[in-house]
C-alpha cells in the first residue's frame, strides 16, 4: 500500500462495519469493534496470538476463547478474512457477504491486498464444472513482492 492516511482506513473500516451490522441487525459488541480496530492496525495480518497480546495492554482485557469468538464473528459478517498459509487475520476494505477473498501478500513488508477478478473468478467455477466438482471454498493467496518492495529489490 503507497503512504497514506491510515487513520482513515480505519475509521471507514469501523464506520461500515457499525453500518453493516445494524442493517443486519448482528451486535457489534465493544469487543468486537475493539478487535476490528486491532485487527486494522496495519495492512499486515496479524496473528490470534499479536491480537490477544495487543487486547492485553489495555484495560479491556479478554479471555482468548472471547477474543476467538469475537473474530468469528467478525468473519462471518466478512469484516475480516483469514490467511490461511499464515495463520492471520486481515481487515476486509470492501465488507460483504459471500464474496471470495484473494490475496496478494508480500514477504518482504507483510502487507496483504486484498483482490477480485472477475475471469479468475469464471475460470475457477468452469474448472469445477468441467469435473463435476461443488466448490464450497477456495483459498488464493499469492506470495511474492508489493510493488514498492520490489522497486527496492530490482531483478539481477
Ligand atoms: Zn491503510
Ligand atoms: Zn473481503
Ligand atoms: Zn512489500
Redesign the pocket.
Known amino acids: 500500500m503507497a503512504e497514506h492516511d491510515h487513520d482513515l482506513c480505519i475509521r471507514d473500516a469501523l464506520d461500515s462495519a457499525e453500518a453493516l451490522c445494524a442493517r443486519r441487525g448482528a451486535r457489534l459488541t465493544t469487543l468486537r469493534r475493539r478487535v476490528l480496530e486491532l485487527v486494522w492496525q496495519s495492512h499486515r495480518p496479524v496473528g490470534a496470538y499479536d491480537l490477544l497480546a495487543r487486547l492485553g495492554e489495555g484495560r479491556d482485557r479478554a479471555a482468548p476463547p472471547t477474543v476467538y469468538r469475537a473474530l468469528d464473528f467478525l468473519m462471518e459478517q ?1 469484516l475480516v ?1 483469514r490467511i490461511h498459509s499464515l495463520n492471520a487475520f486481515v481487515g ?5 457477504e459471500g ?1 471470495a ?1 484473494r490475496f496478494l501478500i508480500c514477504t518482504d513488508c507483510g502487507e496483504a491486498t ?1 483482490f477480485e477478478d472477475e475471469p479468475l473468478q469464471r475460470d475457477l467455477e468452469r474448472i469445477g464444472t468441467a469435473r463435476g466438482f461443488r466448490i464450497d471454498g477456495q483459498v488464493i493467496e499469492l506470495q511474492g513482492l508489493c510493488s514498492r518492495c520490489a522497486a527496492e529489490r530490482p531483478v539481477a
Open positions: 466478512g478474512h476486509c476494505p470492501s465488507a460483504r464474496h477473498a486484498e
